[in-house]
């Protein structure tokens, strides 16, 4: 069965959607949780301020991600989205380990590292060429 372009672009927008789900919903929810929690916001690695300002440019890279996949965004423009977001991945796996090994809540690494996941498949989906329709 061949595949119309229509299928492929719904697919590829169903597929980067589902990508963008997590970061949007774990990283306000770290965000909330360290700011409602003293116990949760001392743990984090950055502490309270710096971690809302990680996770709002987490969030703006992730949005730019799927704007630049679902768009098909080219050249210098892609590469600055896929770097943008590598970047907040590696900060958002920074906010898991510092969880995950020095704070007292282990179990809240689950939330930075999920995103961090999936921050790293937007970049990933940022840099592919765009499919040829």
Known sequence: MTETPAGAATLRWVATLAWLLPPLVELPLLAGLCSGIPEVGRAAVFGIPATRV?????LLAALAGFVAVVRGATGLTRAAVAGALSIAAGIVAALAAGFLFDGEFPMV???PAHSALALAVLARAALREPAES
Do not use: G
């Open 54 to 58: 990680a996770v709002l440019f987490a």
């Open 109 to 111: 690494a689950l939330l």
